[in-house]
């Protein structure tokens, strides 16, 4: 079946710009999860939704930062007044449940902060 | 807290020679613990993972690890690596708490 999707699959954008990232999870995944991976601090864990319980955002880095899942199952995370050290490329990955379950991740948005 | 050590930042290897990665990791309870690759321009594909039981482990592309208790460790290995294999690899460690906390991965390449 079909995988995790991301879009856009890249994304250029000006300092101060607000930015939607989006990902679409395999059918059937509960649980969903965006991670970051940047040179300067490798792949960190940013928010994760399981169902319909309140999401962990233990990850996010600031406030700028905020993400949502509709209906459960996309999901939006959005970054406002871009700063250059956004810059990054934001992976998403989902898995059946909660818990160990394995996670397969999409191939990720690229995004440059100018 | 927890989190994993990859020591090694790049390994050149040549082809057909094996390989090892090395992967530590700390975790105050028992680990769940998984290798990753990522290619070029890809996203992170699973190659292996380690919840209980037997502690050698298989994954696909020919490659196993074995977790190791006492040294906290989950080294990934392949007995003759192929040019395809060049890519970054991430040890990966989570616990009930679903999020992965992953290693800062190491870069293999693969002489001809």
């Known amino acids: 079946g079909a995988g995790v999707s991301q879009s856009p699959s890249n994304k250029v954008t000006e300092k101060g710009k607000d930015v939607e990232l989006r990902c679409d999870p395999i059918?059937?995944?509960?649980?969903l999860y965006w991670y970051r991976q940047s040179l300067g601090q490798g792949l960190e864990f940013l928010i994760y939704f399981q169902g319909n319980s309140a999401p962990d955002k233990s990850g996010l880095p600031s406030d700028r930062f905020s993400a949502e899942r509709t209906g459960g199952s996309v999901s939006t995370l959005t970054i406002q007044r871009t700063q250059q050290e956004d810059s990054a490329v934001y992976l998403c990955?989902?898995?059946?449940?909660?818990?160990?379950?394995?996670?397969?991740f999409g191939p990720g948005t690229r995004l440059l902060v100018l | 807290a927890q989190s994993v050590t990859q020591p090694d930042i790049h390994i050149t290897v040549s082809e057909g020679a094996s390989l090892e990665l090395r992967c530590n990791y700390s975790?105050?309870?028992?680990?769940?613990l998984f290798w990753y690759v990522q290619s070029p321009g890809q996203g992170l594909q699973l190659l292996l993972k380690y919840f209980s039981g037997d502690t050698l482990v298989q994954g696909i592309k020919g490659f196993e690890a074995e977790f190791k208790r006492s040294q906290s460790s989950f080294n990934l290995r392949k007995p003759s690596v192929h040019w395809s294999d060049a890519a970054e690899y991430f040890c990966?460690?989570?616990?009930?708490?679903?999020?992965?906390?992953f290693g800062t991965g190491t870069r293999l390449q693969v002489t001809l």
């Open positions: 975790y105050g309870a028992t680990p769940y």
């Open positions: 990955a989902s898995s059946r449940d909660y818990g160990t379950e394995t996670q397969y």
């Open positions: 059918s059937g995944h509960t649980a």
């Open positions: 990966a460690v989570t616990g009930t708490a679903s999020k992965l906390t």
